[in-house]
């Protein structure tokens, strides 16, 4: 990451509003955090992946995160303790409190269980997220999806 506001910054934003929807404004979470996970900004792409997940909460994810940690190269990790972790990262990155440690280290893997845990909740992927998957799959699990 560069230390100052890209070069264009300073031009300012758009003179125009957004019209979003609550998923459309998750869809685009989700992408600048897998545009984050790619650059390796794990703590970016864990901020916007929880943001992206908390807006359906209560909304069950599908199969795919289910799938992922019940391999059983994953499950050696135990899916209460990876969810704990991850919600622990996120929590650090967005809040303030004498609990968390002064320091964190974010590795590819628990970037990898947020933005899965987001993509789940959503209804339809962009093809960005369709790309991502294997790498996400390969992350978590340890060795790329295998094809028939």
């Known amino acids: 990451m560069s230390g100052g ?15 979003l929807t ?6 685009r979470q989700v992408e600048a955090a897998i545009d ?10 864990i901020t916007l992946a929880g943001a992206a997940e908390g807006m359906f909460e209560r909304r069950k994810g599908s199969d ?3 799938g992922m940690m019940s391999d059983p190269r994953a ?3 135990g899916v209460k303790e990876v969810n704990s972790n991850a919600n622990m990262i996120r929590d650090w ?15 590819p893997f628990e970037a990898a269980v947020m933005l899965v845990r987001a993509m789940t909740k959503l209804d339809g992927w962009t093809a960005k997220m369709d ?4 790498v996400i799959y390969e992350v978590i699990v340890g060795e790329p999806i295998s094809t028939p």
């Open 5 to 19: 506001p890209p070069d264009d910054a300073a031009s300012g934003p758009p003179d125009t509003s957004q019209h």
């Open 22 to 27: 609550k998923h459309r404004a998750a869809i």
């Open 36 to 45: 984050a996970f790619t650059r390796g900004d794990f703590d970016i792409c």
């Open 64 to 66: 795919l995160h289910t």
């Open 75 to 77: 499950k050696e990790f």
């Open 93 to 107: 990155l967005k809040h303030d409190g004498l609990q968390h440690p002064p320091e964190i280290e974010i590795a």
């Open 131 to 134: 790309a991502i998957k294997p």
